[in-house]
T-cell receptor
Framework: GAVVSQHPSRVICKSGTSVKIECRSL??????MFWYRQFPKKSLMLMAT?????????EQGVEKDKFLINHASLTLSTLTVTSAHPEDSSFYIC???????????FGPGTRLLVL | AQTVTQSQPEMSVQEAETVTLSCTYD???????LFWYKQPPSRQMILVIR??????QNATENRFSVNFQKAAKSFSLKISDSQLGDAAMYFC??????????FGAGTILRVKS
């Protein structure tokens, strides 16, 4: 139980284009989802917290107009990297938490490379 | 603000031996949760074990157990009978009253055959 999927697993795009990453909770309803960014051999950096049906809460220093987050249903959240640049290249991970629960379950991550 | 410290950037263990990964945290909250996550080379974050602060008994999951010392704010992970598949980066994490998980910097565990 508590499986989270992410799609795509890796994506290469040209500078200036937008990329959408999907995060789905497959066997549970997630009122809250989280988006992280991770650099090689580093810890996870929280970008934003996404609540179903409401606006995401972004961490300090994260550009909300660049990283658009939508949590339209209890099983799906999306992260859109708009006008991507090479410095946005990174590993993006989502997680989901069961309603009323304390544990976050993580997706397998998406490797983004912007050329 | 809460902080989580993992003081061991890297650890090594011989296959079948036991290893302990350390984690300390700082908080003024009285009710919270602590977690160990494993991130193997695939980079999928996997929940290893969790501990509720109000429980005095240390959590155990098969070969994985914790030593939770609430007064000392310490939460170490013991891996018994280490296997090659245990090689990964291990993250200690804290969740208090808020939504967020606070992660430590991670410990790379190498398992030697």
């Amino acid at each position: 139980g508590a499986v989270v999927s992410q799609h795509p697993s890796r994506v290469i795009c040209k500078s200036g284009t937008s990329v959408k990453i999907e995060c789905r909770s497959l066997d549970f309803q997630a009122t809250t989802m989280f988006w992280y960014r991770q650099f090689p051999k580093k810890s996870l950096m929280l970008m934003a917290t996404s609540n179903e049906g409401s606006k995401a809460t972004y961490e300090q220093g994260v550009e909300k107009d660049k990283f658009l987050i939508n949590h339209a249903s209890l099983t799906l959240s999306t992260l859109t990297v708009t006008s991507a640049h090479p410095e946005d290249s990174s590993f993006y991970i989502c997680s989901a938490r069961l309603a009323g629960g304390e544990t976050q379950y993580f997706g397998p991550g998406t490797r983004l490379l912007v050329l | 603000a809460q902080t989580v410290t993992q003081s061991q950037p890297e650890m090594s263990v011989q296959e079948a031996e036991t290893v302990t990964l350390s984690c300390t945290y700082d908080t003024s909250e009285s009710d919270y949760y602590l977690f160990w996550y494993k991130q193997p080379p695939s980079r999928q974050m996997i929940l290893v074990i969790r501990q509720e602060a109000y429980k005095q008994q240390n959590a155990t999951e098969n070969r994985f157990s914790v030593n939770f010392q609430k007064a000392a704010k310490s939460f170490s992970l013991k891996i018994s009978d280490s296997q090659l598949g245990d090689a990964a980066m291990y993250f200690c994490a804290y969740k208090g009253y808020g939504n967020k998980l606070v992660f430590g910097a991670g410990t790379i565990l190498r398992v030697k055959s």
